[in-house]
């Protein structure tokens, strides 16, 4: 990270953060996420199927009473363009209006208004938007219409009325930080194996009652929720069914735009781990380690390499390259395409006598191929068997 976009203090806020958050699920959690991560000036993908419902406004602050049977990302998209036009700042969290209105002096450059490039625009949408004259091809979804995707209110914030599962996990993959802000357990370990495959940054919310907790998941190189959460066990309670107090979620969905923050700043934030108590006000940090039996973290490749560009021999050599780098039992991920090197890549390198742990298929005819290096190579005759091949 430069040290022009690390935040000091007040008067020395960054310029707008482009990395990208996209944030699954709308309600009590990443509501104030969402709301925080836009004043700071993040680019934001919000994902959320659901409509507003009269339960949702003690605790889902975004949303009003002439919101309810809206969809929740056109409610939180326009709600958090309204905010950033309010406050421009380009790190806003607890900052007035008056810090916000001063001008940016980035380096290397004149200062500049925050977020001016924008503003007209953004303020001629939502004029349109509330006339019910705005018009994108497609995108805005308006009730009585059949369920269309949602899309950008500015450039800042694209919105998706879609659940997101195995087969629109590619609509998070634009953005490098990813929050979980929904409400079941399925749907968590679902994203933190979503997360995993796709290599990017979770960060994991959760909370019911009085309780909440934090976690930040860095594939490859910290635990992922499986680590910490034994599958097919006891079935956890929603907030609907268990209750929640609006302040818990608050804190919570706050603190996940603050790592997120930090994880965009490239800080080291695997493993991290904080646990809320409203009852007592405890808040308690520490760093948990990966499972070592974990089956999801097995999964996880310390490197890729995409041959999807190459052809047969080249294909072989250039993943060959990449797994030299590696150190001994470091696994790489290979994308490949095409039946010349579906068939030889994993008979190479299993000659070779690394192991092939997993060969699967992926969208538009290509193959993910899993190789761990082997601690002690050692040359396999042409056709003897290598142990540890799933293929899937």
Known sequence: MSPDRRVTSLDESPAPLRGGVAIVGLGGLGC???????????????FDPDRVEPSNL?????????????????VAAERLTELSERDSSAFGL???????AAPVARPGGPAVGRHSERSEESREKLAALRQGSLTYPGEFFRPGEGRRPVETLSGEIVARAIAIDATTASELEPFDVWIDGTDSLPKKLMLSDLALRARRPLIHAGAVRLRGQLLAIVPGRGPCLRCLVEEGGEAEATCRQAGILGPVVGT????????????????DMAGQLVSFDAATGALRQRRVARRPDCPACARVAD??????????????????????????GGRLGIVLRGEEPLA???????????????????????????????????????????????AS
Not at 94 to 100: K, P, V
Not at 345 to 367: C, D, I, M, N, T
């Open 94 to 100: 607890g900052m007035t209006n008056s810090c916000a």
């Open 303 to 328: 490197a890729e390499a995409d041959v999807t560009g190459d052809v047969c021999p080249m294909t072989f050599v250039r993943a060959r390259l990449a797994l030299e780098q590696l150190a001994p």
């Open 32 to 46: 104030p996420a969402a709301s925080a991560l836009a004043r700071a000036g993040v680019r934001l993908g919000l």
């Open 344 to 390: 030889n890549l994993p008979r190479s390198f299993q000659e070779e006598g690394h192991r092939v742990l997993a060969l699967e298929p992926r969208e538009g005819g290509k193959h993910y191929l899993l190789i761990e290096k082997a601690i002690h190579q050692e040359a396999r005759k042409p056709g003897e068997e290598a142990p540890g091949f799933l």
């Open 252 to 267: 919570l969905g706050s603190l996940a735009a603050l790592f997120a923050l930090r994880a965009l700043h490239d800080e």
């Open 58 to 74: 003690p605790r889902q602050l975004l949303y009003r009473e002439k919101d309810v049977g809206r969809l929740k990302v056109e």
